[in-house]
Every structure is written in structure tokens, then in C-alpha cells.
């Protein structure tokens, strides 16, 4: 369902005609209150696309109605002709939705540097206006595929009483989204497209998040951005920092309940961590879906550094999907960084086995130990050097990611 | 002739047997003066390989009577009996050359973890001290190579009076490498390995170079560093960075001709700006050699900080593969940089053609006029925030790349 399990929420996805390939192109997610509060986090890319220019003005006073998303186009560096057809996006929705257009958040992703047909996306969002529903999540999240092999939604039931950390006492996607009934719960749902970190591929994310629950902007701000920080910030696929990368968390209030900041944070977190892991299994040409992991950092800021070196190591990651336990590759990677650690302390195991000690030092065990046949690919790089840790999910470097990257738009 | 092309040195390539495909894998040169200086710079990775964990110490007085090289293993994080290994090679070399260890660099390429054989490694020494001669250099440029499919070497003559920029009164590679004569001129000559920057490809960088004229320790040094900040520092194949990088530098003082400090800056450029020319169009699998110039950037840090984010970005470097001029990779890359840029003022252009103009508020030349069929590609970012430029040298991401880094050590 989700977008749509919360209530107070209707949303669309339909062929508007903006991908060549026939497929559903425009989104449209609703929110008819009671409230309309909002927040929004965007790539830090500092050349932005259009709809991201134009969304972070409509997020500054913590009001939204709505959502309007293509893919089809990234209307990125076409111009002023491109922030114009975004500006008129939003007319078109506040004029249909009965709101005002700098309450109208637009996303846009596909290719850079190309015009984005306003007629065509005009007639989308006219279509999409006209099926709006509260069944229409699943149809919304399609619509804003572009490489995405699945749609990716999630929804979690809040109000469920005290709970432990994030996502632990929560239902996970796969579970039946049910609308949070008034009075009694809420619910947190989501849609999310892409594949990358929250400053990632070219492929863009986007994300759509949405709550029944009772709450102000700040308290949806400060949910979203301890949310993203641990989920789809430690996505890191390809290195590559998006131009239009969007999440945005609306909420309407019609569960009538007001939970408390962290029973909202933990929400949201467990709902952004399912989708980022929907994402991570479905990055561009991927074979192997790789955690890293370290501990014993000085600090998260040099665990999350050390993480995201080994997972743009393009050496490491060639090795990973040639189901070759290459751990030098990895030590390498760690010495690019300004972390605190003393290169023959380092212990690195892979797939539980642990092939390094102590830098070398000591003898590991052997390489042939370690099986990478399987998906998953758990990399473990002990820096005893404190006791911070932190996670990087990234992907191997494969023929498919070559291929898919060497021939997208042409 | 490479390093043996400066009066003074002696070099001998051979088979020791530590490549398992029978190849020759040490390479031994020998300054045999009447001077000993020298100089030497390292990678900047923090976890380094034993040789160069050796070499660093060797350099500190400034004086080196010869460099023993091998392949067929990095001889890195093996523990305390790698380092031994490194330390009685260059004892070995000591007791045959009649000189002191610590004036003997020793560098090691290969795989990283493994053991190095000592008793294969020394019984090459010995017989490489066997072989050596005054013609050696193409022998031992081969021997020091691993996944190079050419041997790289480079002469040029100094001492022809005075001279414009580096390079432009030079003889490159390929005229003949006469060797100085005494009184009359001087000589500068180098091989290399590898396929990176200077702190580059896991491939790992191993640079050697030779010169007859005189200067001290001082003087080498700075000529080095002067020459290595825009040469190997520029290229930027895969963005990793290798354990044992080593460049260095010997003087012989054989011709008897003390040069300037900037003729002698200008040749060592030279013969490292040829050498890295070589390496680039040696990359791992590449199949187009990219040059990637800034330029109108507020300062030369600026320009190589774009530079090197665009050499960087796979999904740019998978679309040069795919003969696709996909600007607005090259433009998401810009915009994760820290340099002085507005967005809306950026051009770009590949291969002559202006594709993007003004950040795309301007119309540019359609994608279709870029032929990017050839080898040759060169993307040309006008920056239009100042009057700086810097080029950075990098590769496609290929599928012979992938191929190449995911079947290498198993």
C-alpha cells in the first residue's frame, strides 16, 4: 500500500507517455489532511536539478498538499524553459487539488540535460488527478521506476505501545498495510525508486514517505533526518551523487494521535531502512549485495569514512563479484583514510571468516576458507581503535553494471 | 635504454621464478657514480607495503648506490617475516655491490598478504648482480612488470643550453638514448610500471630514474616532487590508491655536467610526464584514454579537485565506454566537489564539441555531433570562476576492466 496505508492519503501512477518504453511516468500523492505538515531532505549535489530547486523553497515553511513525480526526464540543465515546466507542475496540481502550487513538491528523475515535454507531463498529471485513490500506492511507486527492477514500498504500524530500538517491535514490509484506523493507530508507508545512497547514482532516489500520525514540521523534520542519516545515507551502490535525489515525509494528522518524537523517529526509521534495503538488492547490474561493517572506530564519523572507502573501491568490488576474497583490496581502501587506527591492529573477516590479524601480522585464516558464491557478502574490518561502528551497503562491480551504465541513454 | 642511458648506471632484468607464468621478475640497477645521490617519493596510503616501509628509511640521508625491484608479489601485510625478506634483499645487494643496505631501495609488486619466497627472491639478486650491464635497462623494465602488456621507458637529453617549457626542446621516447658523455651533456632516463596515479592503481606504480648529471640530494628533490606533482599525480585511472607506490631517482654525476635546478626539473618532467603518458594508454582494460581538462577554475587545486571527481564517477567512465556523451555525468560529478563554481556558468565540452553551455541555460551542440569512436577523449569543463587549469588522466570503465580486476589473484 505504501504511500497510501496511512490514511488521509490518495495517490496515482499512470502512462503519461514521457518513457519511451509505454510504461507508467507520472505520480501523484495526495494529502487531504487534517494537516498538512512536511518535511523533505534533498542531494547535497550543489548542481541541482530543477524540481529540487523548486522543492526546497515549497518545504521551508513545513507545508504540503501534495506530491507530483516522472520519471521519463530528470529536467536537470535544460534551462529555464525546465524550471518553468516544474513551476507549472505545481500550478497544475494546486489548481486541481484546490491548493496553492508552493505547497506542491515535484520530483523528476531519468536522463540529464534533456527537455522535459510539459504537455505531455501536463496530460499525466491531469490523468493521474482523475485516479487518485486510497488504493493507489502501488500504482504511484511504479510509476516513478526507472532501471528499478521492483517497486519498492514498506509500511509499518505505529502506536503499538513502547518499543525497543528502531524497527525491532515493527512490522516490516510484506506485512498487510492496513490503513491506521482513527483514533485507535497509526501507520508510517513509503515508496522509494533508485539505486544508491541518499547522495547517489545518476539513477536518482526518490522517496515518498507518509503518516496518519498527528505532527508538526520540526518533529517530521527532525524523524526524517535521524532517519536518513542511518538508512539511505549508508547506501552507497556506485559513489555517484545524484542531481535530483529527493525524500520527502508528509503527515496528515487523520489518526488523530500525536506520538511522542521517538516513537515517530523509530517509525520512520524502520520504514526508510526497508526501503534503502529494497534499493541495496536492487542496484544497477549487481550480483553481490555487500554490508561492510566496522568496529572499534574512534568515532561512527571514521567508521562510516573507513565503510564507504572499501565500497568505492573499484578494485574490491571487481574482486567481490569475481567471488574472489581479495582482503588486501580492502586494507588498501582503509589506508586512503584519515581515520584513527594503526594499520597493524586491523583485523578483516569476510563471510565470517577471518582472513587477516592484527595487519598481517599474525597468520589469518586461509583465503580459500571464505565462500562468495552466495548474494550476501558480509565484510567485517575490526580497527581496534575504539569502539564506534557502523555499516556501508554497497554492491559489486559487474559486466551487468557496465553494460547497463554504457548503453542507458543512448 | 631507460635507466641505463645516464653514464654511470649498470641494470639486469631476470627470471627468479616468482611470476608462476615463468616471466622475468627481478630487476636490480646499480649507480656506480662517482656521486650517490638521490631521492624518492612514496604513496600516501597509510597501509604500506615493506619495501616501501624500508625504502622510506633508506632515503632519509639522501643517497642511494642502487634499487633492487621485484614482481610476482607486493610483499605487504605478511607479517615481520616480510619485512626481514625486504630487509635481506637489500643486505643481498649490499654484500654484492660492496655498499651498505641502507643505501639499497628495495619495491615489490604483486599480490598483496602473500608470503614472498626469500631463497627465489635472492637467488634472482644474485643472479641479476650476475648480468648486469651498461645495456640492461630494457631488461629491467620488463622484469618489473605485472598486468603491463608493454614495457615503459623514457630518455631525454639535457645540457642542450637553454631550453623553453618542460619537454618542448626535449628528445622523447623512442629517439635513441645515447648515454651522456662525460663534459659534453647529461642524460636523464626512467621505466615504469603499473597503471595509476601516483597514489594509484592496487596495480602498483613502480618508477625508477637515472641521470648522469650531478646534483644533491636537495636538488633531486625538488626536481621530483616538482615533476611528479603534475605528472603521475594527474593520472587517475581507477581513483585506488596502492600500498607500495615508489618513484625514484638517482644521480650519477657521471657526465660531470651540474645542471640548473630548473633544467634539471625540466627534464625529470620530461621523462616522468612520458612515462605517464605510457602508463595511462597502458590502463587495466581501458579501451579510451580520457584527458579531462579544467579549466577557469579560482586556483590549480580547484581544477584538479573537479578534475579528479569527474575520473572518478563509473557511471561517466562506463558511458565514455559506451561512446555515449552523457554530459550530465560529467556535471553530477562537478557538483559533489568543494571548488569555486556556479552552476549555471559551467561548459562543457567533449571532444571540440560544446555540448553543454551556461549549465544548460543555453542551448549546446546536440550529443550526436561527439564521436567518441575512437581512443582519444577529451572533456574540456570551462569552470568560468577564474583563470586556473589542470588536466587529469584517467580510463573507461570497461568490461575488460571488470574481467581483469575480478579474475586476477584466484
Redo the contacts between chains.
Sequence with gaps: MSVTAAAGFRAAGVVAGLKPSGKSDVALVVNEGPQHSAAAVFTS????ANPVLWSERTIVDGTLTAVVLNSGG?N?????E?FQTTHASAELVAELTGGQAFDVAVCSTG???QPLDRPILEAGIRAAHAQLSPDGGPAAAEAIMTTDTVAKQAVVQGGAGSRGPAGEAEERSGAPGVAGEPGKNWVVGGMAKGAGML?P??ATMLVVITTDAAADAATLDAALRAATKTTFDRLDT??????NDTVVLMASGASGITPAQDELTAAVTTVCADLAEQLWHDAEGAHHDIAIEITGAASEDDAVEVARAVA????FK??V????P????V???????QAA?E?EK?DISMNGVK??RA?????GEP?TSVDLTGRDVHVLVELNAGSSAATILTSD???D???E??????
Tied chains: 1, 2.
Design positions: 549535489n550543489r548542481c541541482k530528470a536537470c540543465y535544460n534551462g529555464p525546465g536522463l540529464i540535460g547522495a547514482a545518476l556506485d559513489g555517484c551523487m545524484s542531481t568505492r573501491s573499484n578494485l571487481a574482486a563479484f569475481g567471488n574472489d581479495n582482503w588486501g583490496r586494507l588498501a581502501a582503509v589506508g586512503t583514510t587506527f594499520p586491523i582472513v587477516c595487519g598481517g601480522t599474525r597468520f583465503s562491480l559487474t559486466h553494471y557496465v553494460h551504465n554504457s548503453a542507458y541513454s543512448t
